[in-house]
């Protein structure tokens, strides 16, 4: 943790974009039910989901969910789960509050906050099953990959959240970025990969419309998919 502070690594950088009234009803009216506000203390997740103790569900965290697209597809698709997203930007938190809404999903909840001081202060060591990482911004210009999410304090950070058995899954359509993920991931100790190299695309993460958009042109898509010793 302490490298971190020192780094001043954040998960994100803010950018400007545009909130339709839709989105910003969403985040005033729906916040409030489905968001978790930051507060320097552990969550109860447990808790926080509406979970009996006795009745305990897996706890997935995806961090950057753009706009909510695949969190919602994966989250429907598994109600016996529970899935804790976090995002910064305005629109895609409106925009996945939205979806909830409208599918009566009751297995997401959304932090709209910086995912290193959530990672640090709000989720005990060993809370989690999973953690997605997908698409995150490849920063392709050199000057810029300091910016790069996926960084080795962070990835120990992540590692250390996650029970014993639990995975860490990251996919990306930026091949250096994915050489680089997975250099990454294979360095830190807690970690041990599922695959010899890159892994095939689980059935579990489904393919955005980007994603499809992208391959029919030809662009590959790389996963790196680790678990918990």
Do not use: C
Request: hydrophobic share 40%; charged share 25%.
């Amino acid at each position: 943790m302490e490298d971190l502070h020192k780094r001043s690594i954040r998960s994100f950088v803010l950018r400007q974009g545009r909130v339709s009234d839709a989105q910003r009803r969403a985040i005033d009216t729906l916040l409030p039910r489905f968001g978790i506000a930051f507060a320097p203390q552990a969550l109860d997740l447990n808790t926080v989901f509406g979970r009996q103790p006795d009745k305990s569900a897996p706890k997935i965290l995806e961090i950057g969910f753009g706009m909510g697209e695949t969190t919602a597809v994966i989250a429907a698709a598994n109600p016996d789960k529970d899935y804790l997203g976090i995002e910064v930007h305005t629109p895609g938190v409106g925009a996945l509050l939205k979806v909830i809404d409208a599918e009566g999903i009751s297995n997401i909840r959304v932090i709209q906050h910086d995912a290193v001081e959530v990672l640090q202060y709000m989720l005990p060591p060993a809370s989690l099953d999973g953690i997605h990482l997908f698409f995150p911004d490849p920063w392709p210009k050199k000057r810029h990959h300091k910016r790069r999410l996926v960084q080795a304090p962070l990835v120990s950070l992540l590692a250390s959240r996650l029970k014993p058995g639990g995975y860490l899954h990251a996919a990306t359509d930026w091949e250096e970025y994915a050489m680089q993920i997975l250099e990454v991931f294979s360095a830190e100790p807690l970690l041990q990969n599922t695959a010899s190299g890159f892994a095939p695309r689980p059935q579990s993460r489904p393919l955005t419309k980007f994603e499809n958009r992208g391959l029919k042109l030809g662009h590959e898509v790389w996963d790196v998919l680790f678990r918990r010793k």
